[in-house]
């Protein structure tokens, strides 16, 4: 039996999940509902449960203040939230799960079962130290979480260079010459860091402007890295870098 806290500042979010889970999951126990971050807290302490469903925004402060004066956590979490543009990219960078409102079924079914599946709660306790690093560097994303068959990475993205395309995979260059390999496409890593230093030039390359030393414009443009790499720029994305990196608050 799974146990369960929610913890939400709306009396309607409560009341879906628990329909939801009455329906759907007779192997979870609703232990409490918390209105609060300061509720969500003492209930937390309190019945020790596996899954918390968080709220980000709350009267008293946030769900990721719940998660600092809680850390290290040992439940799983799914925040549920309205669309906050930063604190989903730091949510997302940090490979954590998350549902919008208004949400349906099968959305939360899908983060349950997900959560459900979840069995190294350290990794847990990485991502969410990772989510932490960056909602407190509110100007910019810090870290990233690179999650492969065999391990998962806590990188500060000061220390990648570059990024590149390999069919439905991305692979990462790091700047002590290491490499990781991702199943995620270089798209979904573009939308995720495209406001934290790293640039789409290429349809195959994201970069790190902090990593650059110039752009050379004969033949086609490209950009040669501080590790001397050279990296092509597409010819409609050439004016687009040509600004981002003179006007690049990261050089």
């Given at each position: ?6 913890v939400?500042?709306e009396?309607s979010?409560h009341n ?6 009455n329906l ?12 609060s971050?300061k ?19 709350m ?9 600092d004066?809680l ?9 549920i ?15 954590l ?5 208004p ?10 079962d ?12 990485l991502k969410?130290k990772a989510?932490l690093e960056?909602i ?20 500060e993205?000061?220390?990648?260079v570059?990024a ?11 700047t002590?010459g290491?490499t ?14 495209s406001?934290s230093?790293m ?16 752009f050379?414009k ?15 720029v597409?010819?409609?994305m050439?004016?687009?870098v ?8 990261y050089?």
């Amino acid at each position: 039996m799974m146990k369960a806290v929610i913890v939400d500042d709306e009396l309607s979010i409560h009341n879906s999940i628990r329909n939801i889970l009455n329906l759907k999951y007779s192997d979870i126990d609703l232990a409490a509902s918390a209105e609060s971050v300061k509720e969500g807290v003492e209930s937390i302490i309190r019945y020790k449960p596996d899954l918390v469903f968080l709220d980000i925004e709350m009267p008293d402060g946030t769900g990721f203040d719940l998660i600092d004066r809680l850390t290290p956590t040992d439940f799983k979490t799914i925040f549920i939230t309205a669309h906050q543009e930063y604190a989903l990219d730091a949510i997302k960078v940090s490979a954590l799960d998350f549902i919008l409102k208004p949400f349906t079924t099968e959305d939360l079914c899908a983060a349950i079962d997900k959560a459900a599946g979840i069995l190294n709660i350290e990794e847990e306790q990485l991502k969410l130290k990772a989510l932490l690093e960056n909602i407190k560097n509110r100007k910019s994303l810090r870290r990233i979480v690179l999650n492969t068959a065999d391990n998962l990475h806590i990188i500060e993205l000061k220390n990648i260079v570059r990024a590149e395309a390999d069919s439905n995979y991305t692979r990462f260059i790091l700047t002590d010459g290491n490499t990781i390999m991702v199943s995620r496409t270089i798209k979904e890593f573009d939308g995720l860091l495209s406001n934290s230093g790293m640039i789409r030039v290429h349809q195959s390359h994201l970069v790190n402007i902090s990593h650059v030393d110039r752009f050379v414009k004969r033949d086609g443009g490209y950009l040669v890295l501080k590790d001397n790499s050279k990296i092509p720029v597409s010819q409609n994305m050439r004016k687009q870098v040509i600004h981002e990196i003179s006007n690049s608050q990261y050089l």
